[in-house]
């Protein structure tokens, strides 16, 4: 069976596919998880429906030493 939902990052170079998922809650959950260092945002796309949710990336403060 496909997995309806599509993760995309959108930034500098526009659009890039992420990967597919199963269901919202995991699409949010990898979100969360993947590096957010570079600007530009994300967004899940339900293949079923056409709706989208966009998310912000929330940059990580890099540590100098």
């Known amino acids: 069976m496909k997995q309806p939902f599509d993760i995309f990052w959108f930034g500098e170079t526009g659009r ?3 990967e ?3 269901t919202l809650e995991i ?3 990898h979100i ?3 590096p957010q260092v570079f600007s530009g945002s994300y967004a899940v ?3 079923r ?3 989208r949710i966009s ?3 929330k ?3 890099s540590a100098t030493k």
Do not use: R, S
């Open 16 to 18: 890039n596919w992420i």
């Open 49 to 51: 429906t056409g709706n």
């Open 55 to 57: 998310f912000a990336a």
């Open 32 to 34: 969360e998880k993947l």
């Open 20 to 22: 597919a998922v199963d």
């Open 59 to 61: 940059i990580q403060a």
């Open 27 to 29: 699409a949010k959950a």
């Open 45 to 47: 796309l339900d293949q």
